[in-house]
């Protein structure tokens, strides 16, 4: 969420910076509403095509929405279809799977070694029980 500092404006999250940059939102201009409106319609839009190509991401060029879970950054994951009504039940081209997919292809790789990773398995387990109460789908799902 934005929130407003001495006038001006200040954006808690970067994520939500670039989605109303990009989506042509304007804090100052625009009400919520709006710059809903507008972050929705360039979603719908560009979903597919939000990718990330990083070192230490296991998909090359995956969704940006993958690559926040991969990092164990699942704010923009857990807050933006909440806050913004954005979809994330979408396959990703690069792999045909969701997001709940890769949550849950991560989950198996951390519960093979799970003395090693007891938070990693907690936290994808709490990310992915919450989105599933949200309506979040698996690949299957959405054919």
Same mark, same amino acid.
């Given at each position: 969420?934005? $929130?407003?500092?001495? #006038?001006? @404006?200040?954006? &808690?999250? %970067?994520?939500?910076?670039?989605? %109303?940059?990009?989506?042509?939102? =304007?804090?100052?201009?625009?009400?919520?509403?709006?710059?809903?409106?507008?972050?929705q319609c360039m %979603?719908?839009?560009?979903?597919?095509?939000?990718?990330?190509? @990083?070192? #230490?991401?296991?998909?090359?060029?995956g969704n940006v929405?993958?690559?926040?879970?991969?990092?164990?950054? !699942?704010? !923009? @994951?857990?807050?933006? !279809?909440?806050?913004?009504?954005? =979809?994330?039940?979408?396959?990703?081209? &690069?792999? #045909?799977?969701? &997001?709940?997919?890769?949550?849950?292809?991560?989950l198996k790789r951390?519960?093979?070694?799970?003395?090693?990773?007891?938070?990693?398995?907690?936290?994808?387990?709490? &990310?992915?029980?919450?989105?599933?109460?949200?309506?979040?789908?698996?690949?299957? $799902?959405?054919?």
């Amino acid at each position: 969420m934005i $929130e407003t500092i001495g #006038g001006e @404006v200040a954006y &808690v999250y %970067w994520y939500e910076k670039t989605l %109303w940059e990009i989506s042509c939102a =304007d804090p100052k201009r625009d009400t919520f509403e709006e710059a809903k409106a507008k972050i929705q319609c360039m %979603w719908n839009k560009y979903k597919e095509l939000l990718a990330c190509d @990083v070192p #230490g991401f296991d998909i090359s060029n995956g969704n940006v929405l993958k690559y926040a879970i991969a990092k164990s950054f !699942p704010d !923009p @994951v857990l807050d933006t !279809p909440k806050t913004y009504g954005l =979809d994330i039940n979408f396959k990703d081209p &690069v792999d #045909g799977l969701t &997001v709940m997919d890769y949550i849950q292809k991560e989950l198996k790789r951390y519960q093979q070694n799970p003395s090693a990773y007891p938070s990693q398995i907690k936290d994808l387990t709490r &990310v992915y029980e919450i989105l599933r109460s949200r309506g979040a789908k698996h690949a299957h $799902e959405l054919d």
